[in-house]
């Protein structure tokens, strides 16, 4: 019987009695499956998010998401052999699933890790430092999770990746999300989401899945959710126009297709490590996944000498490739999604050709495959082409989203600049060449079309990641055409999800509602030294004032000659006196460091464990042999690590000499124990 995807809705699976949209294999056309979301209930689908999902979520920390997606990583990754027996179906090789599979669960990792070391014990991101309006009165901004729902729009070529990306900064900003495969690979998405839900490990209502059309979910969006997108250029036009996005205020992201550029530097010759790398980036995006993915290269801009040293080089890579079946041995190279994508694409490089000839492959030839049928299978040839005309609009407007690209002359910078800038706006692009002044001018000019640029030269060139791999830790989008989305970018696109507010109210009150103090409010003398103080019993704005020292010119020439610092302002009365920041010799600011510290320890062993570092030092004035400091230690901020029984505390440290002018500042921090349980 041919598998019917189900959808997951309110804690249920929901098989639909319909036939649905038919699945095929990639390979022999033959149909696997089918989708549709007939039986589902769209508004209880938004409701049980809303009420259920939502509050859930809410009420967990950064860090307690930030453990349950860590979690849920290495669950997945436990079973990504379940994934792999079935994705051959979608014409992918091994090789390509695991870009998929295990780079999806890979970004779940990475995204656990900075909740878990960049985001508070906290459900709130509080930006920086609270700038004072006035006398008594403070301004900064706050992140908060939004009282919504996320919905996933995705596209075939990564039905894994493409929903763990997602969900991985929708759940750390604390968002329910409902996942809408794309229909030609829903069945992979399908059991990956099964995987999820088997875990136990997220919250309920906090991960819902719909198997066909999402349609009707539209209707019942409003301001608070959001709909992020990956696709085509032409639907995420479409879907900007839905009511709820023009009219109800709902936020849309997209990551379109678009047609990326990879660029060969004048200095790059064939003889070089950068023309080599070049070219084994042109290959590996052409034959990964297909040339299914909507960072591969579609342009290649290279100087007019060396088109046909490229085009030769490519060539004689393409022609070593085994297309077929990718689960029969020896293929190297698997089809496309299916039939109507081969034609899709077919069609697509019939445009390109109108300002392009062909070179090798094309929609006219029937591709030699080892293995698969050619006629009902998604089989298409790797296709290059060259621009007879660099301008002609298609090949800088049309994408064949298959294993397809054009080689594109360019005669000078401006030139290509230009060129480039033709593709309105895209993913990502690649430079290859060693000349920095160059890439530099061309960056500059460049960067404005693009999410990120990737440069490759001698010195990387063995190491770098792929010219379309979607890094985790920066920014996965582009501009114009490409959509504009923040899927990715560490937590910039988590705070994306956000939503950002400005809060303005008294020192005192700003302490309490961002639990982070700051100089403006009280400082609270102790009667006990803070560092006897357990981490639960510590309060913000808890402060110790400490008694002076007085520095002397025998402490500065002790240090001096101790760490051998003998920097002319500390040893060299007269050359300091004629310096245009100083009056005479001055202490060492790291002398007046480790004098604080004199000053402000606690000697003996107690709930202070450990000082891993400062931040933020600046010295802002000079001390003189013969005057003094004094320090004002005050706990800034904590953070408790669960299931340690240790934490973190940020003291925000300032010196003054004896006139009360600060001198340096700074935030030391430590590792503090919590009360022992009983």
Same mark, same amino acid.
């Given at each position: 019987?041919?598998? &019917? ?11 639909p009695e319909d036939e649905g949209a038919p699945i095929f294999d990639a390979s022999n056309g033959e149909v696997v499956a089918t989708a549709s ?36 990583? &290495? ?26 599979? =295990? ?170 490590? =950068? ?256 560092? /006897? $103080? ?21 402490? $500065? ?74 320090? /004002? ?46």
């Amino acid at each position: 019987m041919t598998h &019917k995807v189900s959808s997951y809705i309110a804690g249920a699976w929901i098989t639909p009695e319909d036939e649905g949209a038919p699945i095929f294999d990639a390979s022999n056309g033959e149909v696997v499956a089918t989708a549709s979301s007939t039986g589902v209930d769209f508004e209880a689908m938004i409701a049980h998010a809303r009420t259920v999902g939502g509050p859930a979520l809410r009420a967990m920390t950064f860090t307690q998401r930030g453990l349950a997606l860590k979690n849920l990583a &290495k669950y997945l990754k436990g079973r990504v052999d379940e994934v792999y027996a079935d994705y051959g179906v979608s014409g992918a090789t091994l090789a390509d699933a695991r870009v998929d599979v =295990e780079g999806g669960i890979g970004v779940l990792f990475v995204y656990a890790s900075k909740a878990l070391k960049e985001l508070p014990n906290d459900t709130i991101i509080v930006e920086g430092n609270p700038e004072n309006i006035v006398d008594k009165h403070q301004g900064q901004t706050i992140y908060t999770t939004p009282d919504g729902v996320a919905v996933f729009i995705n596209a075939f070529n990564f039905p894994v990746w493409g929903m763990l990306e997602k969900l991985a900064t929708a759940f750390i900003a604390g968002i329910p999300v409902i996942v809408k495969p794309a229909t030609p690979t829903a069945q992979i998405a399908e059991l990956s989401f099964r995987h999820i839900i088997e875990s136990g490990i997220l919250p309920e209502g906090s991960v819902q899945f719909v198997g066909g059309s999402i349609v009707g979910a539209l209707d019942h969006l409003g301001g608070q959710d959001a709909i992020l997108f990956t696709g085509s250029a032409a639907t995420a036009a479409r879907l900007r126009t839905a009511a709820c996005v023009v009219e109800r205020g709902t936020k849309f992201t997209a990551e379109a297709d678009s047609v990326n550029a990879t660029i060969l530097g004048p200095d790059a010759g064939v003889d070089t490590e =950068e023309f080599s790398a070049f070219v084994k980036g042109i290959f590996r995006e052409l034959s990964s996944k297909t040339g299914q993915k909507c960072t591969c290269i579609r342009r290649i801009f290279v100087p007019p000498a060396l088109v046909e040293p490229t085009v030769n080089a490519l060539l004689a890579r393409l022609g070593k490739i085994v297309v077929g079946d990718p689960r029969v041995e020896g293929t190297t190279m698997g089809p496309l999604v299916n039939a109507s994508q081969r034609d899709d694409v077919a069609s697509s490089v019939r445009a390109l050709m109108k300002g392009a000839e062909l070179r090798c492959g094309g929609p006219d030839i029937v591709p030699t495959i080892a293995s698969g049928d050619a006629e009902r299978g998604g089989f298409f040839p790797p296709t290059v082409l060259v621009a007879n005309d660099s301008r002609a609009p298609q090949i800088h407007e049309v994408e064949a989203f298959g294993p397809v690209a054009t080689v594109i002359p360019y005669t000078s910078t401006d030139d290509l600049v230009d060129l480039v800038s033709r593709g309105e706006g895209s993913l990502v692009a690649s430079v290859a060449s060693h000349d920095p002044a160059w890439i530099r001018d061309l960056m500059i000019r460049i960067a404005p079309y693009h999410g990120r640029l990737l440069i490759l030269d001698r010195e990387n060139a063995a190491t770098a990641p792929p010219h379309g791999a979607a890094l985790p830790q920066l920014i996965h989008g582009g501009p114009g055409r490409a959509g504009g989305g923040a899927e990715l970018g560490g937590l910039r696109s988590v705070k994306h999800m956000m939503q950002a507010t400005s809060i303005s109210a008294g020192p005192e009150m700003m302490v309490g509602l961002t639990q982070v103090w700051n100089p403006a409010a009280e400082a609270k003398p102790l009667e006990v030294h803070p560092f /006897r $103080i357990y981490l639960d019993d510590l309060k913000l704005g808890d402060t110790l004032f400490t008694g002076s020292r007085t520095i002397t010119l025998e402490d $500065i020439e002790h240090f001096a000659h101790f760490t051998g610092d003998t920097f002319y302002a500390h040893m060299d009365e007269e050359a300091a006196a004629a310096s245009p920041i100083f009056k005479g010799r001055v202490a060492h600011g790291y002398f007046l460091l480790a004098a604080a510290a004199g000053l402000f320890v606690d000697p003996d062993p107690g709930p202070v464990l450990a000082n891993f570092g400062l931040e933020n030092l600046r010295f802002t004035q000079p001390v003189y042999p013969g005057e003094s400091i004094r320090v /004002r230690l005050t706990c800034k901020s904590k953070l408790v690590r669960p299931g340690t029984g240790w934490g973190e505390v940020t003291w925000d440290v300032a010196l003054t000499n004896e006139k009360d002018e600060v001198v340096a500042t700074y935030q030391l921090l430590t590792i503090n124990a919590c009360r022992p349980t009983e």
